[in-house]
């Protein structure tokens, strides 16, 4: 299981969370509850 950035397309918020191919969850904004949600993709970057 990997991890993605997710973000809120209602309030902006931006939270990482798990990602699974074989089990898809349900997204929802951990603020406001909003499943307009949005895979942000970034680059990883270590400093
Ligand atoms: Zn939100």
Not at 9 to 16: A, L, V
Not at 17 to 24: A, Q, V
Request: hydrophobic fraction near 20%; charged fraction near 40%; glycine fraction near 4%.
């Amino acid at each position: 299981m990997e991890e993605i950035d997710y973000k809120c397309m209602h309030c902006g918020n931006e939270y990482r969370g798990s990602f699974d191919k074989l089990i898809p969850i349900e997204r929802t904004c951990p603020k406001c509850n909003s499943n307009s949600i949005r895979r942000a993709k970034k680059k990883p970057r270590k400093p």
